[in-house]
């Protein structure tokens, strides 16, 4: 999806990791990108992070032969989302090296951006909120309420995941997500207008016999378990957690909450959208292995069937590859998939079979109209005419002007 021959580098992407999507406000897809450079790989000029490409396309079949974009913020050349000095040892030019992208979440017209400051990827200094109200063109940091040292509750809102419940509230993954490879993940939850507001963000924790809201928060995976970048979303009503687990062993995973957020997530069903190898055993399976996979965020659009993940890939040994992967993916068959849209002849053979059995039901002349609908759609409308008509004139409905 980005490096050489893709349409990320007319954008002035070469090497570049991540790729967290939106719909935002104004219909348009946005990929958020981490570390970006001009050339492929790390380092070189044009070292920015976040930065934000756009896309047009929204759907499986958009996605079905690779992902364009189409513009940038910045233009053709997409620019870093808020000017800051990518500084180093002994940080007397800002203090910090980079700003690293967590997750993305839209409320009405507002954009917010969780993003992790650190001075290398062992190294964090704090985290904060950032936000936009004009699709992502300009950004603002969003207070002291949303800023906290990278300790906070115990580094378990290092990096964080969020979604928009149907239910009035935001739900949030965090974890350490830069310490010893990842972590356990910590829940919380809070209303719309508080997600800047850190404060008011409520735990999910266990007490001993229960679990609930307004305590002290509790691991959530199963003891053992570390995960890295986490990507929490609703996808046709289902909620699913793709994440990357680095112990016991290295994978981008896709978890389905069959009772949501809250969900078990020890038994939740599992299904594994890319695993690990070494460089060496590379390629096994072009489809499912991938050295120093990472990542894993759902394109906007997706379905259970049909889930597009953004997988990244360093190879830290000459830094190249440094892109990030498109892979189609289906959820575990466990998750109930929604009802089929009935399409338009569907519709009209079912309107004339309940027309003629509620014609038949009120005592009216059925004889002449046949036991199954017609084969042209508009013969089948007007059979469902003429047995309504019927009906009408059975109960006495007039029909004078219709």
């Known amino acids: 999806m980005t490096g050489p021959n893709t349409s990320s580098t007319q954008y002035g992407v070469g090497g570049t990791d991540l790729g967290i999507a939106r719909s935002l406000p104004n219909g348009s897809q946005a990929v ?47 620019r870093q989302l808020w000017p800051y000095n990518h500084d180093r040892a002994p940080w007397t030019n800002g203090g910090f090296a980079t700003v690293l992208p967590s997750d993305l979440l839209v409320v009405g017209s507002r954009i917010y951006l969780f993003v992790t400051i650190c001075r290398s990827l062992s190294e964090v200094l704090w985290t904060e909120i950032q936000y936009s109200d004009d699709n992502g063109q300009t ?32 739900y949030i993954m965090g974890n350490k997500w830069l310490v010893d ?55 046709q009503g289902q909620w699913l957690l793709t ?14 909450l069959r ?19 070494d460089h060496d055993q590379e390629p096994q399976d072009r489809n499912n292995t991938l050295a120093q996979c990472y990542g894993g965020y759902v394109l906007t659009g997706s379905t259970l069937d049909e889930l597009y993940v953004l997988v990244s890939q360093w190879d830290t040994r000459d830094n190249w590859p440094y892109q990030v992967n498109l892979y189609r993916h ?11 849209v009935p399409t338009l002849d569907q519709v009209v053979d079912e309107n004339y079979l309940l027309s003629r059995a509620v014609l ?10 046949p036991t199954t609908p017609a084969v042209e759609t508009l013969d089948a409308a007007r059979q469902t005419n003429t047995a309504l008509r019927r009906v009408a004139g059975v109960v006495g409905a007039g029909t004078a002007g219709i």
């Open 32 to 78: 958020v990108l981490g570390d970006t450079f001009d050339q492929a790989g790390v380092g070189g000029p044009g070292w920015r992070s976040p930065v934000m490409l756009f896309t047009n396309e929204k759907s499986p079949a958009d996605y079905a032969d690779g992902l364009t974009f189409h513009g940038a913020v910045g233009g053709s050349y997409a």
């Open 243 to 256: 994440y990357t687990q680095t112990a016991p062993d290295i994978r981008v995973n896709v978890k389905g």
């Open 139 to 170: 950004w603002h940091h969003a207070g002291p309420a949303g800023q906290r040292d990278w300790h906070h509750e115990g580094a378990f809102q290092m990096g964080i995941t969020w979604e928009m419940g149907t239910d009035g509230w935001v």
């Open 330 to 340: 289906t959820v575990h068959a466990d998750i109930p998939r929604p009802a089929p």
């Open 360 to 369: 038949a039901k009120v005592g009216g002349n059925v004889a002449d109209l």
């Open 181 to 235: 490879g990842g972590s356990n993940v910590h829940l919380y939850r809070c209303r719309p207008n508080e997600v800047a507001d850190r404060s008011k963000w409520s735990g999910w924790g266990w007490n001993g016999t229960d679990w609930g809201w307004n305590r002290a928060c509790s691991d959530i995976f199963p003891a053992g378990t570390k995960v890295r970048e986490m990507n929490l979303r609703l996808v």
């Open 259 to 277: 009772n949501g957020p809250t969900s078990h997530i020890g038994e939740a069903p599992t299904t594994t959208v890319v695993r690990h190898v």
